[in-house]
Structures are given as structure tokens and as C-alpha cells.
């Protein structure tokens, strides 16, 4: 019998220090391939907008491209729970993609609180995956959908238009945070880009403030809630990271600036894995002589308008859908 707390740990060290999604991926593949016997395929399907596409794998060549809710891949991905098949050709709409491949196990696997993809493993044998292997398996994904979530997609059948085209769409605002702290170089990376924003003018007239530290995170949530209406444990949601922007009143074009450096920090909070959403109040905040004082000490000196908070942090749950796009806001002068 498979020794699956064996093979989670061997995963573990092959992952250690290692921040590329497709090297962990390709590593899992041949481990999973080299361990567990009488196989002949085993690897990856990655979803890419609606459809399943091959990633890396240890076998013969095979489908690229699966549609969800087709072959046994796709209707694994598409129910989001775990099929194994004894006799694939007994399976209504099988894709084989090696012939001699006779039973087959698919899971989903998540990160960020989505569907990624799917692992797949394929046998000659019939009936090769016993109830063992699902429920070691389903471990073994649970490792990798954490060990994935701290890592880096390396997008390599996204062009990079798609990566942020598909990031402005599935971008949505997360309202249920988990209290882990994010990665220190992840929140660099969404503060950095947020400093890539434009700004009228190109003067770059925002400044940010990044607040990990949870005694001033829950002093400011406690401040920010006193200005809202609306009665709230936590206007947060418990995000633990809050990126506060203000604005150099100086400046036209100041408030504008600093909502794009917000949406620009969102969308890289979405491309890193982490949920985001902007949380207003900053303004009534830096009018207080408390939060003036807190950045002359800093010496941010001069008149600034908190224009709102990044809240970033791991998504607890499922992320929201997008409400539909109200229409006609669009008008063509062709
Ligand atoms: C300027 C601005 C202020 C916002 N302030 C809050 C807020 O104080 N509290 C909150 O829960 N959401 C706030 N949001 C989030 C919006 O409610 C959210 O963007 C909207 O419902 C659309 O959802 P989506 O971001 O998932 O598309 C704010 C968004 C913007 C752009």
C-alpha cells in the first residue's frame, strides 16, 4: 500500500524554497509517477479561463485542451470533487489519450479559494485506485493547495494580455479574510504596484502607509468603524494587512492618483493569490489630530487626504462572483 504521509512529506522537501507553480508542478508529476505503481500518465490540467489545459505531466503526450464538464478531467473540474473511474471506457464521454490507459482518478485542486486545475493519474489496470488512494490523495492535493498558494503562477499558457485581462475580470472584493499574515515580499509587490500607477502630471503625488502590526491594524479598524454608519465588528474583515494611500491635497489630480494606486494594488493582490478590497473612512481618519500627528512624526509633512485602504490578505472561502455588468454605460463614436 502506498505510504501517502511519506509522499506528502517528500513533496514538502522537494517544494522547500522553491516559488515557481510549474516547477512544483512537474516535480509532483514525476513523484507521484515514480511512487505509486502501475501507472502510465499522471500530471496536470490547468484551468485557463474555461477550459482545462495541459500542464506538466510524466507519460505519453496528451490532450491539450479540455473543456469543462468534458472527460472525466473536465467533469471532475467542473462538480469540484474527486472521480475515480474503474473502467474509463465505461465512462460516458471519456477523452483517451493513451490507449492503454483502463482506470483513472481526478481531483480538483484549489488555491486562493479556486479551482486551479486538476491532478490526473492514469493506470492500464482496471480498478487500480482503491479507496486508499482517494483518501491519500485528497491529503496529498491538500498539501499541494498549500504549498501552491504560496507560490507564484508562471502563467506559461497565458499570454501576458490574458494574465491581466483575466485578473481585471476575476477580481472581486473579499469580505472574509483569514487572519495569517501574507508573505513580506507579496505585500512589497503590491505596494510596488501601486506605486507604478499613473498620476497626473506624473508627480507621483500619493504616499502609502502599510500596516501589519495588529495592535495599530485593530486600533485603526476601531477609528475607521466610529466614522461609519453602519454598525461593524471589524470594517476590515479581518484582513491583517492595510494599506492606507493618501493624497498631496497640492495636487489636482490627488484623489484621482491615489484610487488608481488602489486599483492597481488590488489587481496585484489578485495576481499573487490574496484577496483584496478597498475600505473608505481614510479621509475622516487623517482629519483626526491623532492620525495628523502619526505622519508628522513620520514626517509626512504637508496636507494629505486619506483617500481609502488596500485591506489585503488570504481569502477565507470562497471568493464572490462578479454581479453582472449593468449595460448600455458604454456609448461608440466610431
Ligand atoms: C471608493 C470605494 C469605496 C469603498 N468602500 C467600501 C467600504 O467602506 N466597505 C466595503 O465593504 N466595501 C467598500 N468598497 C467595495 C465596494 O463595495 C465593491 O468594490 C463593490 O461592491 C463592487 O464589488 P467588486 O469589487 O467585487 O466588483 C469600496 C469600493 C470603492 C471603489
Not at 481609502?308 to 458604454?330: M, S
Request: charged share 20%; aromatic share 8%.
Amino acid at each position: 500500500m502506498t505510504d501517502y504521509g511519506f509522499l506528502c512529506r517528500q513533496l514538502c522537501s522537494l517544494s522547500e524554497n522553491v516559488t515557481e507553480q510549474i516547477t512544483i508542478l512537474s516535480n509532483t508529476a514525476a513523484l507521484l509517477s515514480d511512487a505509486l505503481p502501475d501507472l502510465n500518465w499522471a500530471g496536470f490540467y490547468i484551468l485557463c479561463g474555461n477550459e482545462l489545459t495541459l500542464g506538466p505531466f510524466v507519460g505519453k503526450p496528451a490532450c491539450v485542451k479540455i473543456t469543462l464538464g468534458k472527460g472525466v478531467c473536465g467533469t471532475a473540474a467542473e462538480r469540484n470533487e474527486t472521480i475515480v473511474v474503474p473502467d474509463v471506457h465505461a465512462f460516458p464521454g471519456h477523452i483517451a489519450c493513451d490507449s492503454a490507459s483502463n482506470s483513472e482518478i481526478v481531483l480538483p485542486i484549489h488555491v486562493g479559494g479556486k479551482l486551479f486545475g486538476v491532478l490526473d493519474i492514469d493506470s492500464p489496470l482496471y480498478d487500480r485506485f482503491t479507496s486508499h488512494d482517494k483518501e491519500g490523495l485528497e491529503s496529498f492535493v491538500g498539501n499541494m493547495e498549500k504549498i501552491l498558494s504560496l507560490t507564484h503562477a508562471s502563467h506559461g499558457t497565458h499570454t501576458s494580455s490574458d494574465i491581466v485581462l483575466d485578473a481585471i475580470r476575476e477580481r472581486r472584493s473579499i469580505r472574509r479574510f483569514k487572519s495569517d499574515m501574507p508573505r513580506r515580499e507579496d505585500i512589497e509587490k503590491i505596494i510596488e504596484a501601486g506605486l507604478y500607477a499613473a498620476s497626473g502630471k506624473g508627480l507621483q503625488a500619493t504616499v502609502t502607509i502599510a500596516v501589519t502590526n495588529k495592535e495599530f491594524r485593530d486600533m485603526l479598524a476601531a477609528d475607521n468603524a466610529s466614522f461609519w454608519s453602519v454598525e461593524t465588528p471589524d470594517p476590515f474583515f479581518c484582513a491583517p494587512v492595510i494599506l492606507i494611500v493618501l493624497g498631496n491635497k497640492k495636487r489636482p489630480t490627488y484623489l484621482y492618483d491615489g484610487s488608481l494606486v488602489i486599483g492597481n494594488m488590488m489587481l496585484a493582490a489578485h495576481a499573487l493569490g490574496l484577496g483584496s478590497i478597498w475600505i473608505h473612512r481614510a479621509k475622516q481618519e487623517f482629519e483626526t489630530p491623532k492620525y495628523k500627528r502619526f505622519l508628522e512624526e513620520r514626517g509626512i509633512l504637508g496636507e494629505w487626504e486619506g483617500v481609502g485602504h488596500c485591506c489585503v490578505g488570504y481569502i477565507d472561502g470562497e471568493p464572490p462572483t462578479a454581479a453582472n455588468r449593468r449595460k448600455n454605460r458604454v456609448f461608440w463614436v466610431d
